[in-house]
């Protein structure tokens, strides 16, 4: 039997070294080799927490975009109610987080690249996005998070015992599986798309690796 290949396959072939560029960061390699300086960890922390919460939003958009074509088999709308759901627990996580590392939450300012990511976001949450694109995005974003932090707690990795919980948080087997869920659900989509809509999500989905990649420098300026 021969295995059909998918549409993310195609595009993560493709577009292989910039997905390696937002997944094998320096940031992340130094987490894995345990040299990472925790002023850049918690930089991240504090501009991640501003991130997520743009990313709620969002997130709540494609729920409502997948909720009104849920006449469709299988189009995903669980998974994405899943989604929503573990967002509160996470904001709750980033807070306890920044308490522990004495991160003040209150006086985050937001730096250049994650406005640029946030408004990114924005902009997806518009009803002229389609659902297509908007479940591509989704997908791109968690699994970049869930590669990075994945190679972190493989067994030749010298994470830093501090900061292996907020490695599981995306680099989990659990986080792996519903990572593979919106993957599904996305090439699902893809297989009925449009041409134009395909040719969005495409672009759309390489914007988020280079929005990652950014984001990764942001706290690690580009050593
Ligand atoms: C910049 C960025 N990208 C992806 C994620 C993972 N998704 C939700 O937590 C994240 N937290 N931050």
């Known amino acids: 039997m021969e295995a059909k290949i998918t549409m993310t396959e195609t595009w993560l072939r493709k577009?292989?070294?910039?997905?390696?560029?937002?997944?094998?960061?320096?940031?992340?390699?130094?987490?894995?080799?345990?040299?990472?300086?925790?002023?850049?960890?918690?930089?991240?922390?504090?501009?991640?927490?501003?991130?997520v919460r743009a990313f709620v939003p969002f997130v709540a958009s494609v729920l409502t975009k997948a909720w009104k074509g849920s006449n469709d088999r299988d189009n995903g709308v669980e998974v994405i109610l899943g989604g929503v759901s573990a967002l509160n627990d996470e904001i709750s996580w980033f807070k306890k987080e920044a308490s522990k590392w004495g991160v003040q939450l209150s006086d985050i300012v937001p730096q250049k690249a994650n406005q640029e990511y946030c408004s990114?976001?924005?902009?997806?949450?518009?009803?002229?996005?389609?659902?297509?694109?908007?479940?591509v995005a989704f997908w791109a974003i968690e699994t970049v998070y869930q590669e990075s932090f994945a190679h972190c707690l493989e067994d030749d990795s010298k994470t830093p015992p501090e900061l292996e919980e907020t490695c599981r948080r995306w680099g989990s087997q659990g986080f792996g599986e519903y990572c593979n869920s919106l993957r599904k659900i996305a090439d699902r989509q893809l297989?009925?798309?449009?041409?134009?809509?395909?040719?969005?999500?495409?672009?759309?989905?390489?914007?988020?690796?280079?929005?990652?990649?950014?984001f990764w420098n942001m706290n690690h300026g580009g050593t």
Not at 191 to 214: C, G, M, P
């Open 15 to 51: 577009h292989r070294l910039l997905y390696v560029g937002s997944t094998r960061h320096s940031f992340i390699h130094a987490i894995r080799d345990g040299n990472i300086d925790i002023s850049a960890f918690k930089t991240w922390l504090g501009q991640d927490y501003i991130f």
């Open 120 to 135: 990114f976001l924005e902009s997806l949450t518009s009803p002229d996005v389609e659902y297509t694109v908007a479940i």
């Open 191 to 214: 297989e009925n798309a449009s041409d134009d809509a395909i040719t969005k999500a495409e672009a759309t989905f390489l914007q988020v690796l280079e929005y990652e990649v950014e």
